[in-house]
């Protein structure tokens, strides 16, 4: 077989998987792409951030010092708020981050603890499912965060939505989340601006909640164009 017969077999295979993956992204760009809307800072901002923490209940979320959950049956996590820690589990693995000071966190495999580089990655790691996962979980509370900018957005339906920006902290500083809300100021969905996404303005529902122990709201479900975002095994303590 010569050189050319095997370049064009290479660029036909190329072709086959490249191209529909190409076309459904043209498709889902073109369908769902939206620019970052415009808002207004200031009071009317304020207000409407603060009206989410009241229908969520943000004061039962201060007084609960524990948070388990498993996201996505892959990463389970036990967050001790009050300590600022929190045990990392995946396949083999435990972290036990030290929120506060990363340099403090633990790293094991098999239950045995191990250092170097790799204690490193799997910290590194645990960091980065830790601000992915905990956010899909309790997004709704931290648009007072430091860093956070809020902005006040109106809609095309005259009803009004609130524009969060993080311009530090997680891992991905700079991402944008407009929040819609019911006619009680809860959240029903975001939409992100977000850089691990080439797409801005994809939406994923915030209306799958329950209420734990310690009488927090906290999401089970969302739905993220086909793809859904389980989030089981939640439990509180005060």
Not at 37 to 54: F, H, R, S, V
Request: charged share 25%; with cysteine; net charge positive.
């Amino acid at each position: 077989m010569n050189f050319k017969k095997i370049t064009k077999i290479v660029a036909g295979v190329i072709i086959f998987f490249t191209l529909p993956s190409l076309l459904l992204f043209g498709f889902v760009y073109f369908k769902y792409h939206e620019d970052l809307p415009q808002g207004n800072m200031g009071p009317e901002a304020d207000a409407l951030a603060q009206t989410i923490l009241e229908t969520l209940d943000y004061d039962a979320f201060k007084k609960t010092t524990t948070i388990e959950w498993t996201f996505k049956k892959r990463h389970h996590y036990e967050w001790n708020k009050k300590a600022n820690t929190c045990n990392v589990y995946w396949k083999d693995y435990k972290v036990t981050l030290d929120l506060k000071d990363n340099s403090k966190s633990k790293a094991f495999v098999h239950s045995f603890k191990v250092d170097g580089d790799l204690a490193n990655d799997l910290i590194k790691k645990a960091i980065k499912y830790y601000n992915n996962d905990s956010f899909w979980l309790t997004a709704p509370y931290k648009v007072f965060d430091k860093g956070t900018q809020r902005k006040l957005v109106k809609l095309d339906n005259n009803e009004k939505a609130l524009l969060i920006t993080y311009t530090s902290g997680g891992s991905t500083p700079g991402d944008s989340y407009l929040w819609h809300l019911d006619e009680k100021g809860k959240p029903t969905s975001f939409q992100m601006w977000v850089d691990i996404l080439p797409i801005g303005g994809l939406e994923a529902t915030w209306n799958h909640w329950t209420t734990t122990d310690t009488g927090v709201n906290l999401p089970t479900f969302h739905k993220f164009l086909v793809f859904g975002i389980e989030i089981t095994d939640i439990k509180t303590a005060m």
